[in-house]
């Protein structure tokens, strides 16, 4: 019976821990929280964009609200810095209107994010670039997005025997 009980209790304290979450705190600003909140406000509120594609010289335009924002903004999402290996890769600017980061390790994607606040803090300008180069590949992303403005996707891609690819989306927010 006390090897019974002994048993409870010790499989009962390990579950708890288990079910603990680590939370991490962000070093950098949280690039990721902001645009899945950011993709969740638009979601509800449907604004109307004018999107502009463009692929290798061919263009295609479309004005719409039915914007997949997760889709829209992956990204700038995947463009997020803040892991906690990561803390000593980035050299940080800031003041009270901007924020700026700058990779001092060569290794990363992210090579820039500058951000630019207004007079409360809150945030009205992003521009990240990113770039990716191997052997065989090269690609480089310039991404831009004001809130409730405009956001511009610049990407370019070179496969070593393929040859270059590049797009550009530029979404106009018309209220």
Not at 45 to 60: R, S, T
Not at 72 to 81: N, R
Not at 143 to 149: A, E, G, K, R, T
Not at 163 to 175: A, H, M, P, Q
Request: hydrophobic content about 35%; proline content about 2%.
């Amino acid at each position: 019976m006390y090897r019974v009980f002994l048993f409870i209790i010790l499989v009962f304290v390990s579950s708890c821990k288990n079910n603990q979450e680590k939370k991490t705190e962000n070093i950098f600003f949280d690039i990721k929280g902001f645009f899945e909140l950011e993709a969740k406000r638009l979601k509800i509120n449907h604004p109307l964009v004018k999107k502009i594609v463009k692929q290798n010289n061919q263009e295609e335009t479309k004005n719409s609200v039915d914007v997949d924002w997760n889709v829209e903004f992956a990204l700038f999402v995947d463009s997020d810095i803040n892991k906690a290996a990561w803390k000593d890769s980035y050299k940080v600017y800031s003041d009270c209107f901007r924020m700026l980061l700058l990779a001092i390790d060569s290794t990363r994607r992210t090579k820039s994010i500058e951000i630019r606040k207004n007079l409360n803090g809150k945030p009205i300008y992003f521009r990240i670039k990113n770039n990716t180069k191997s052997e065989l590949y090269e690609s480089s992303e310039d991404l831009v997005y004001i809130p409730d403005s405009v956001y511009v996707i610049k990407k370019n891609q070179t496969i070593r025997f393929m040859g270059n690819n590049s797009y550009e989306i530029r979404g106009k927010f018309l209220k």
